[in-house]
């Protein structure tokens, strides 16, 4: 088990998946340590401008506020309910939510410290590496989609083959 120290806060990195717990996730590791580091390179660049990082960068400072909070309520959410979750899809979902909102954060922040002619580049990155996690849920939840469609499928099959055999039973007399 490792604990970061990160403004005073001891934050625990355990990655053990317990049965009553919510699965751990190297994105907490990343914001973790990325985040502040981030954080203190931002307030270097900044500390000799006359306009602060919020004035500067406006619209990304609201994209890495929003997705922090996103990421807290999925996380959030993740961590209350795994325990009763009873769907796959639903649980694949918040954990894409998880790792998306993440990333994009730390893009969003990281991004602030490279000229303007560089963000594209860097959220062109962020945006292909997103895009192997969100294969995964569609091929996850295609799988879903499909297991629901061949078990009703099976279902009326048996049904008209039920039907069929009672209609086509001879009669016996009496």
Same mark, same amino acid.
């Given at each position: 088990?490792?604990?970061?120290?990160?403004?005073?806060?001891?934050?625990?990195?355990?990655?053990?998946?317990?049965?009553?717990?919510?699965?751990?996730?190297?994105?907490?590791?990343?914001?973790?340590?990325?985040?502040?580091?981030?954080?203190?390179? !931002?307030?270097?660049?900044?500390?000799?401008?006359?306009?602060?990082?919020?004035?500067?960068?406006?619209?990304? !400072?609201?994209?890495?506020?929003?997705?922090?909070?996103?990421?807290?309520?999925?996380?959030? !959410?993740?961590?209350?309910?795994?325990?009763?979750?009873?769907?796959?899809?639903?649980?694949?979902?918040?954990?894409?939510?998880?790792?998306?909102?993440?990333?994009?954060?730390?893009?969003?922040?990281?991004?602030?410290?490279?000229?303007?002619?560089?963000?594209?580049?860097?959220?062109?990155?962020?945006?292909?590496?997103?895009?192997?996690?969100?294969?995964?849920?569609?091929?996850?939840?295609?799988?879903?989609?499909?297991?629901?469609?061949?078990?009703?499928?099976?279902?009326?099959?048996?049904?008209? %083959? %039920?039907?069929?055999?009672?209609?086509?039973?001879?009669?016996?007399?009496?």
């Amino acid at each position: 088990m490792s604990t970061s120290n990160v403004n005073g806060l001891g934050i625990n990195l355990h990655y053990q998946h317990h049965h009553n717990s919510a699965p751990s996730y190297p994105i907490l590791a990343l914001l973790t340590f990325i985040l502040p580091v981030l954080l203190v390179l !931002i307030y270097f660049k900044f500390q000799n401008e006359s306009t602060s990082v919020f004035q500067a960068h406006p619209i990304t !400072i609201k994209v890495v506020v929003a997705n922090l909070l996103a990421f807290a309520l999925a996380f959030g !959410i993740e961590f209350t309910f795994h325990p009763c979750c009873p769907s796959t899809t639903c649980a694949a979902f918040l954990r894409t939510t998880i790792l998306f909102c993440g990333s994009l954060s730390v893009a969003s922040v990281a991004s602030i410290l490279f000229p303007d002619a560089w963000r594209p580049l860097i959220y062109l990155i962020y945006a292909l590496l997103s895009l192997a996690n969100l294969h995964g849920l569609v091929r996850e939840w295609c799988g879903w989609v499909h297991h629901g469609l061949m078990e009703k499928l099976q279902a009326v099959c048996t049904g008209i %083959q %039920q039907w069929y055999v009672r209609r086509s039973a001879p009669l016996l007399p009496l």
